[in-house]
């Protein structure tokens, strides 16, 4: 017989803040309820973003180096993509990663609730599941809905000219010819994809660079790399129209100029899944679509919170994950610091890679910091070299003080930001960072280098 509660805690979306926050739960002894409208576990990232994503971007790693193989003294042919077979291959990453979470879900003794859930009061939520409405108490209720990709006004989704990321995932073929709307995170990555795979493709992006939120030294490092692979681009042009024609889609630009192409992937964020989930009944604040929070995640109704992409901090899985453990561990009693949402790793895992952490030097110099800053250019690092890759490693620090920022690019360094996230948070000074000593030859000995730079004692100096 099903139970409707009281739980300690009922978690509606079981994404990464959902889940994360109902296994810490259990963890530390509360009863709780997991609600989710899919019918698998893990919510974007997993099904729909994170790991379906890399999965494709592995994939066209491996066309690249079959491509290149030559170079290495390897002799082998790239034959083309089998789309059937990278789609069966992402998707067995995808489900076999579903199945492992459900199991420990379950072993945990949360209870799995799937139905569409909506708040009916402070402490209460409706589910409709196949077998009829179920009302659920709880002593405190987490909202994770999540999010959902956006449109520009006036521009229409339709799942075949014009198509968001979740459609993306389920292209069947590689297009001759792809527009990306948008040169964030997701609009870079699949334009890293589809190059790879063979198809011609234009990012058209409204500020001055892509990845405008990431370093600007970054930004320019992907753009000529970017070029270099034949990934075309129209920076601080703004889209006006899209018209779909007998061979697929006609982007008009601001200014007038065309581009025909045979698909036009809308790539400019996502908004946040809060329409119908009962907010504004049960007194849940809101702003601009999101639940307004503060530093521990609490709602403007006590015993609500809420994580993930349905609040207003970065819209990142871990930061979601790291939020959900927050809101756990609270109403468990225990003091968990807020987060320092600057001190949180981010990656763009297109070839080249994008990773940081910390901030920028613009945005230093805003909060009024004194700085100092060193780029050490990955042409030094033999790793590097014997991957073949170019890039560069930037570290800012405050005058006499700790690291405030670092900044990669470069095939792996999504693996090198790890270290930097410790540098970063633990203030370290960069004297600090440069006694430690890196293995070698890795490409984090450019990390180690950029600290004895900034320390003064520079080992290898280019450029």
């Not at 002799?75 to 083309?80: Q, R, V």
């Amino acid at each position: 017989m099903a139970n409707n509660g009281p739980f300690d805690i009922v978690v509606l979306g079981a994404g990464s803040g959902g889940y994360a926050c109902a296994l810490r739960a259990a963890e530390l002894g509360r009863s709780v309820a997991l609600i989710e409208r899919d019918e698998s576990l893990g919510g974007t990232c997993l099904n729909r973003g994170c790991i379906p994503t890399k999965a494709l971007l592995h994939a066209a790693e491996v066309a690249d180096q079959s491509r290149e193989a030559a170079k290495f003294g390897v002799k082998a042919t790239f034959e083309g993509i089998d789309v059937a077979g990278v789609n069966a291959y992402k998707d067995k990453v995808v489900t076999t990663t579903v199945k492992g979470l459900t199991g420990l879900i379950k072993t945990r003794g949360i209870e799995i609730v799937h139905g569409t859930g909506r708040l009916t009061g402070p402490t209460t939520v409706e589910v409709d599941t196949a077998g009829g409405a179920r009302t659920i108490e709880a002593g405190h209720i987490v909202l994770g809905t999540g999010s959902a990709p956006k449109s520009l006004p006036g521009l229409e989704i339709d799942g075949e000219r014009v198509i968001s990321s979740d459609h993306a995932l389920r292209l069947e073929h590689v297009p001759g010819s792809v527009v990306v709307l948008g040169g964030g995170v997701i609009g870079v990555e699949f334009a890293s994809v589809w190059r790879s795979f063979g198809a011609e493709v234009t990012i058209v992006e409204a500020l001055p660079h892509l990845l405008p939120l990431e370093e600007e030294s970054s930004s320019k490092r992907l753009e000529r790399a970017f070029r270099k692979r034949g990934i075309k681009f129209e920076l601080g042009t703004r889209f006006e129209s899209a018209k779909t024609t007998q061979g697929g889609i006609s982007v008009t630009l601001e200014g007038g100029k065309t581009i025909d192409a045979e698909l036009l992937l809308v790539a400019v964020g996502r908004g946040p899944v809060s329409d119908g989930i009962g907010l504004a009944e049960a007194g849940v604040e809101t702003e601009r679509g999101f639940v307004k929070v503060d530093e521990y995640c609490r709602t403007s109704v006590p015993t609500i919170s809420a994580v993930g992409d349905l609040v207003q901090t970065p819209q990142l899985a871990h930061v979601g994950f790291a939020e959900g453990i927050l809101v756990a561990e609270r109403l468990s009693g225990l003091t968990p610091p807020p987060i320092d949402y600057d001190g949180v790793p981010r990656i763009t895992y297109s070839d080249p890679e994008v990773a940081s952490v910390g901030i920028t030097s613009a945005v230093a110099r805003e909060r009024g910091y004194e700085i100092k800053e060193v780029t050490y250019d990955l042409a030094g690092n033999p790793k590097s070299k014997i991957l073949g890759t170019q890039g560069e490693v930037k570290v800012i620090a405050a005058v006499d003080g700790p690291v405030l920022g670092l900044h990669m690019v470069g095939a792996r360094v999504g693996e090198l930001i790890a270290e930097g996230q410790l540098i970063y948070n633990w203030e370290a000074l960069p004297g600090e960072v440069a006694q430690l000593i890196h293995p070698h030859p890795t490409q984090s000995e450019a990390v180690g280098e950029a600290h004895l730079a900034l320390a003064g004692k520079p080992l290898h100096v280019h450029g």
